[in-house]
């Protein structure tokens, strides 16, 4: 059992920077990859970035040059850095974390609102 919980979001304008935030307990040694998703209003939920337990990283077209994924693994914590905010990040952001044998456990999400 793995629990991931998000902070970080809020309000921003265009442009702006947030850092968002993921807290994982519980069997933390049973992880393996971690990554980001996000779901924005009337689409389905899509891969941000994904960073491996040695810290490979993975970004969706979208965001790449702009978001910075990363991990602290003696703290157990996921980080995304997000620079240069544009309206079409807007959405709530989902934590993930994939078991040593492919069980993936999700946070309950945080929620990222950009205005232009």
């Known amino acids: 059992q793995v629990q991931l919980v998000e902070s970080g979001g809020g309000l921003v304008q265009a442009g702006e920077s947030l850092r968002l935030s993921c807290a994982a307990s519980g069997n933390i040694f049973s992880i393996n990859d971690m990554g980001w998703y996000r779901q924005a209003p009337g689409k389905q939920r899509e891969l941000v970035a994904t960073?491996?337990?040695?810290?490979?990283?993975n970004y969706a077209d979208s965001v790449k040059g702009r978001f910075t994924i990363s991990r602290d693994n003696a703290k157990s914590t996921l980080y995304l850095q997000m620079n240069s905010l544009k309206p079409e990040d807007t959405a709530v952001y989902y934590c993930n974390a994939v078991h040593l044998v492919g069980i993936h456990y999700w946070g309950q999400g945080t929620q990222v609102t950009v205005s232009s």
């Open positions: 960073i491996t337990r040695g810290g490979s990283t």
